[in-house]
């Protein structure tokens, strides 16, 4: 089946996707494009070489009207993160970069899939929303994804546990404000304190489980990576091509992803994540599973943390 992706921005995590998908069986053709044209050009020829090795795959650079036809577009232009940064303080420097690339992409490919990764996420998810003119069933943010896998690590680690046994989700902004509502996680079906006391009970031992250090970890993965590496690119790429996976198989899927809120948890004109139900047609709705009390507080927390945001930038 002919699948045509176009991923905006040659970075680290633009060139990566790029790399990643032409090693997997969900696209057809790739375009890369950049505003920096020798280097979209010099990683297209990099990936390229490395496909004979697969059945054929059509991997170019190109400009925005080379778009056209997409099936799924992935918006990750903008400045990196640095050292200490937050992505709340590349807001205005990435709004306007999604400003000037909004009505060009969108006027090559009208009728793609949408898949924003460039920080603050939540932020220019919200931007492309409201500048696009797109119905907002095409438009994805790749929001918590990413931290929810994160967060499965964790969890799997300490309990030594397959990691597609863990149902636990990271709720909110992609960022500072993010959450775990733990009422929700379970470990195939049981909750965490009660898999604990099950596995006790047949003479397996596992510690108690620090709530806190597991958010922490969480959190602050990306800046620890960015702090020992410069920049994070493997881990969210394969979040993007689980969503690429996703949005061209046959099944709708429920993922953390960052999408436009209406009244869902009494939340109104703020993209952030919970639990999204997406698949081939695009966003299809939320699934507004219940929350503690505590949780709903921390929700609206993080929502009220975009919105001051929000009310900064100028579209």
């Not at 990643?20 to 390229?48: F, H, P, R, W, Y």
């Not at 200490?84 to 490919?109: H, W």
Request: aromatic share 6%; glycine share 8%.
């Amino acid at each position: 089946m002919r699948c045509k992706i176009t991923i905006i921005g040659a970075g680290s995590v633009g060139a990566t996707i790029a790399y990643t998908l032409s090693t997997e069986d969900i696209a057809t053709e790739i375009v890369l494009i950049d505003i920096n044209k020798q280097k979209a050009d010099g990683e297209v020829m990099d990936i390229i070489q490395g496909t004979s090795f697969r059945d054929p795959i059509s991997v170019v650079a190109g400009d925005y009207e080379d778009a056209k036809d997409s099936d799924i577009v992935i918006i990750t232009s903008g400045t990196a993160r640095k050292p200490g940064q937050t992505r709340i303080e590349l807001a205005q420097t990435n709004v306007d970069v999604i400003k000037a690339v909004t009505p060009e992409i969108v006027k090559a490919a009208p009728n793609a899939l949408y898949i924003i990764v460039s920080n603050p996420v939540d932020i220019i998810t919200y931007v492309f929303t409201k500048i696009s003119g797109l119905p907002e069933r095409q438009i994805i943010g790749s929001g918590t994804l990413l931290d929810t896998a994160r967060l499965r690590v964790a969890l799997s680690e300490h309990f030594d546990i397959a990691q597609k046994n863990i149902h636990a989700y990271v709720f909110g902004e992609h960022g500072d404000s993010s959450f775990v509502p733990w009422s929700r996680a379970e470990i195939s079906g049981a909750k965490l304190d009660e898999y604990i006391a099950l596995s006790r009970a047949a003479g397996r031992e596992i510690e108690p489980l620090d709530k806190p250090a597991i958010e922490e970890y969480t959190r602050k993965s990306g800046g620890r990576i960015i702090a020992g590496k410069g920049a994070t690119f493997y881990a969210v790429t394969a979040s993007v091509v689980r969503l690429c996976s996703v949005l061209m198989s046959t099944n709708n899927s429920i993922v953390t992803v960052s999408t436009m809120m209406h009244g869902e948890y009494d939340l109104e004109e703020v993209c952030l994540s919970t639990l999204t139900l997406i698949g081939p047609q695009g966003v299809l709705g939320k699934v507004p599973v219940k929350l503690s009390d505590e949780e709903y507080k921390l929700l609206h927390n993080s929502a009220e943390m975009l919105k001051s945001v929000i009310k900064q930038i100028k579209l």
